[in-house]
Every structure is written in structure tokens, then in C-alpha cells.
């Protein structure tokens, strides 16, 4: 026989004054290989049609539904109700601006960090259209393509303690984007113009090693190497722009 699940949801509106901050119960059958994206879906579709939550892929690569799933933060789609137990709270991810019950605002975060992090390859170089793509080292690529696999789900920044004591701090999910600039044989920066953006208590040296946005990133990054990788990098920056005065 199904289970009956009990699902408590955050329910906010931001827009209307007359909205509260409160938690609603839902019972739901659950039926195979349910995921939270089937369930809210059926919860909308059957239940309450204002229930607000972000969803766009279903396959784990668009990120935005990310949510906090009893207590962690979590992608809905890739949830399966099988995996826990009868009663599920779910919360929207802390740090972003709230939209409206589950649903975040992601977005402007991830934008003004790109502009941050001039997320960009800077070269000298003129661009040729019909010039022929340069050649990289396997290797060199196959580094690069680990760290572009994030998608921008949000839930390492709020997992991260720093963040969420912090608005200023940039978070693993900007300190991942620079380690792929810094690996990245066409980007003419140098670690002096790195440590500029992150050689700061806002960037690398404002991580306290919780390591809880390893412990959630559900694309599996591995954002303890990148971290650690940066503070050596930025650390041996900063000793020899010291040692140069």
C-alpha cells in the first residue's frame, strides 16, 4: 500500500500586505518513483493552484528548483519521496530574495557575481570568425569542464555559513568560477589580477572550511580542491606582494 505523505510548506507572499509568513500541510499518495518536482506539481494541480515554486528541466540541469529539503538544501527534481520519511518540510534556499513561498531569486545573485568576478576570458587577442578554434590540452579541458558543470542552483551559497552571516561574502559557486579563469590557458590574467577579485575577506580568505557546499552541490563539484587550491594560490599571491614592498 502507498504511503501517505505529509508535506510542510513555506507560504509567503512578499507582494501582498496581506500575506503572512506560515507553514501549510498537504497530504499526498505517493506513488513510484515520485520525485518533490512530481509531488508540488500535483499539489498545485490538485490541491492549491497558488503554491509558487521554480522548475524548468526536470533532469537536474537548470537548477532553479532548489529548495531546503528537510533541513538541506536540495534540487526537487532529483529528490525522490522514496528516499524520505513520511513527513517533508520544505523551506525556500536562505540568502536569495524570497519571490514567493519556495520560489528564490537566484538570478541577480549569480549576475552581479559574474560582474564580480569578470567572468570573462580576457585576452589581447582580435577575434578571427573564420579562423580555425585553437587546440587545448585534453587535460587542460576536461579540468576546465568539471568546473563549468555547475548550475547555478544556488544551494552551495545557502549552505554556506559565511553566506548566510554575510551579504558580502562571494560563496563557492563564485570561487569555482574564478578557479576555472585561473585554469583556463586563454585567460592573460595574472594571480596579481586574481587576488585583486578574491585575495579578501569577501572572497578565498573569508571561507571558514565548513565545506558544507561540497556536502550539498548536487552536480558533485569538487569544490574543496578548488577552495583549497585558491587559498595556496592567493596566500602565496599575497606573501610575495608583501615580501615585494
Not at 6 to 23: L, T, V
Not at 51 to 59: E, I
Not at 68 to 73: D, F, K, L, S, T
Not at 90 to 115: A, C, H, I, N, Q
Amino acid at each position: 500500500m502507498s504511503r501517505l505523505l505529509k508535506f510542510n510548506i513555506f507560504r509567503y507572499n512578499p507582494k501582498d500586505e496581506q500575506s503572512a509568513p506560515h507553514m501549510q500541510e498537504f497530504v499526498l499518495e505517493e506513488t513510484d518513483s515520485m520525485t518533490l518536482f512530481i509531488a508540488l506539481n500535483r499539489i498545485r494541480e490538485e490541491q492549491d493552484s497558488s503554491l509558487q515554486f521554480d522548475f524548468c528541466c526536470r533532469a537536474g540541469i537548470c537548477g532553479s528548483c532548489g529548495m531546503v529539503i528537510n533541513g538541506r538544501p536540495g534540487l526537487a527534481c532529483h529528490t525522490k519521496t522514496k528516499d524520505l520519511p513520511g513527513e517533508i518540510t520544505l523551506l525556500p534556499l536562505p540568502v536569495f530574495k524570497l519571490v514567493g513561498d519556495l520560489s528564490v531569486d537566484t538570478g541577480s545573485w549569480f549576475r552581479e557575481m559574474y560582474t564580480k568576478t569578470e567572468s570573462w576570458i580576457h585576452t589581447n587577442k582580435k577575434f578571427d570568425p573564420v579562423a580555425l578554434e585553437e587546440r587545448m590540452d585534453n587535460k587542460q579541458a576536461v579540468d576546465i569542464y568539471e568546473l563549468e558543470r555547475c548550475v547555478e542552483c544556488g544551494c552551495c551559497i545557502s549552505a554556506c555559513g559565511t553566506a548566510r552571516l554575510r551579504e558580502d561574502f562571494m560563496g563557492a559557486a563564485a570561487l569555482n568560477r574564478v578557479a576555472r579563469f585561473l585554469i583556463d590557458p586563454r585567460d592573460k590574467r595574472t594571480e596579481n589580477d586574481y587576488y585583486e577579485i578574491i585575495g579578501n575577506d569577501m572572497g578565498i580568505f573569508g571561507c571558514m572550511g565548513l565545506l558544507a557546499c561540497e556536502d550539498v552541490c548536487p552536480k558533485h563539484l569538487p569544490l574543496q580542491n578548488q577552495l583549497g587550491f585558491l587559498r595556496r594560490k592567493m596566500g602565496i599571491t599575497s606573501l610575495k606582494r608583501i615580501f615585494k614592498k
